[in-house]
């Protein structure tokens, strides 16, 4: 993801892939709001940094609400 938003304004095609990055993050995002791993794996410490930091990368309207779970869940 980050890598996809340093390139995004030489590549405007990076802005779609984003959009599914983000998107395929948020749904991937446990209800205890973190992440694992894989989709509905155990949430970890690791991941669940790995995740906040890539949608904060991208600062999308939906990034401080992931964001929000994901801190009570650490």
């Known amino acids: 993801v980050e890598a996809l938003c340093a390139a995004r304004q030489r590549f405007p095609a990076a802005n779609a892939l984003l959009t599914g990055a983000c998107r395929w ?13 894989a989709p509905k794996v155990a949430s970890s410490v ?5 995740a906040v930091a890539a949608l904060a990368s991208v600062a999308g309207a939906e990034a401080p609400v992931a964001a929000a779970g994901a801190v009570a869940a650490v």
Request: glycine residues 22%.
């Open 46 to 50: 690791e991941e669940t940094a790995l």
């Open 25 to 37: 993050l948020l749904a991937a995002q446990n209800t205890d709001g973190g992440w694992g791993g």
